[in-house]
T-cell receptor, first 111, second 117 residues
Framework: GENVEQHPSTLSVQEGDSAVIKCTYS??????FPWYKQELGKRPQLIID?????GEKKDQRIAVTLNKTAKHFSLHITETQPEDSAVYFC??????????FGKGTMLLVSP | DGGITQSPKYLFRKEGQNVTLSCEQNLNHDAMYWYRQDPGQGLRLIYY???????QKGDIAEGYSVSREKKESFPLTVTSAQKNPTAFYLCASTADQGPYIRGYGYTFGSGTRLTVV
C-alpha cells in the first residue's frame, strides 16, 4: 500500500516568514495529493490539492508543488500569520478509494 | 455543521465494554470513512464504505466493527478486543466512491474523543 512520509514534524517561524512542509510518497500510481489544516480541537479542512498532471498550484498565500519523478510534493505558505498556526497533513490517494495521510506538521507562527 | 455530524463529542468506556460512535451525513456522499488520530501518528484508516451494505477494512481494523445500512449513516463500534482505544476518532465522507475521481477530497466530521476509564 501507499506510504506517506512528512517532514518536519514541528516548524516554528516568525510572522511574515515563509514555511515549507515536505512529503514523499511510495506508490507511483498515486495521482491526487491534498493538504489539510487542522486547528486545535477542530476537524481537518482541505486547503489545497494537486493532481499529477500539473506541477504547481497556487491559492493566494499557499502553493503546492509536485515532483512525480522524485515522488515528493510540498506545501508553501508565504507571509505567514498567527492564524496559520495549526497542524498540517499531506495525503496521497491509494487507488480510487482512500487517502493515506502523513503524520502531520505542527506549524507555530510567532507574532 | 459541515454536513457531517459525529456524536457524542466525548465518550468514556470502561474496560471490557463495547461502545458505538455515530456518524451521519446529509451531503448525499457515497463513500464514508473512519480514521483514528493519535498524537504524532497522523490519521490511520480503520474502515471505509463506498456503497450501502458494503465496507472494507483499513490498516487498523482489528477490534473495530462497522455497518452501512443507510447511505447517510456509518456507525463505528469499538469492541472490547481493541486493547488501546483511547484516541480521537474522525469520520469523513466524499462524493463519488472515493476522493480521487473528481478530486473533492474528504469532508470531515468534528470528531469523537474516546477515553478508557
Amino acid at each position: 500500500g501507499e506510504n506517506v512520509e512528512q517532514h518536519p514534524s514541528t516548524l516554528s517561524v516568525q510572522e511574515g516568514d515563509s514555511a515549507v512542509i515536505k512529503c514523499t510518497y511510495s506508490d507511483s500510481a498515486s495521482n491526487y495529493f491534498p493538504w489539510y489544516k487542522q486547528e486545535l480541537g477542530k476537524r481537518p479542512q482541505l486547503i489545497i490539492d494537486i493532481r499529477s498532471n500539473v506541477g504547481e498550484k497556487k491559492d493566494q498565500r499557499i502553493a503546492v508543488t509536485l515532483n512525480k519523478t522524485a515522488k515528493h510534493f510540498s506545501l508553501h505558505i508565504t507571509e505567514t500569520q498567527p492564524e496559520d498556526s495549526a497542524v498540517y497533513f499531506c495525503a496521497a490517494n491509494e487507488g480510487y478509494s482512500t487517502l493515506t495521510f502523513g503524520k502531520g506538521t505542527m506549524l507555530l507562527v510567532s507574532p | 455543521d459541515g454536513g457531517i455530524t459525529q456524536s457524542p463529542k466525548y465518550l468514556f468506556r470502561k474496560e471490557g465494554q463495547n461502545v458505538t460512535l455515530s456518524c451521519e451525513q446529509n451531503l448525499n456522499h457515497d463513500a464514508m470513512y473512519w480514521y483514528r488520530q493519535d498524537p504524532g501518528q497522523g490519521l490511520r484508516l480503520i474502515y471505509y464504505s463506498q456503497i450501502v451494505n458494503d465496507f472494507q477494512k483499513g490498516d487498523i481494523a482489528e477490534g473495530y466493527s462497522v455497518s452501512r445500512e443507510k447511505k447517510e449513516s456509518f456507525p463505528l463500534t469499538v469492541t472490547s478486543a481493541q486493547k488501546n482505544p483511547t484516541a480521537f476518532y474522525l469520520c469523513a465522507s466524499t462524493a463519488d466512491q472515493g476522493p480521487y475521481i473528481r478530486g473533492y477530497g474528504y469532508t470531515f466530521g468534528s470528531g469523537t474523543r474516546l477515553t478508557v476509564v
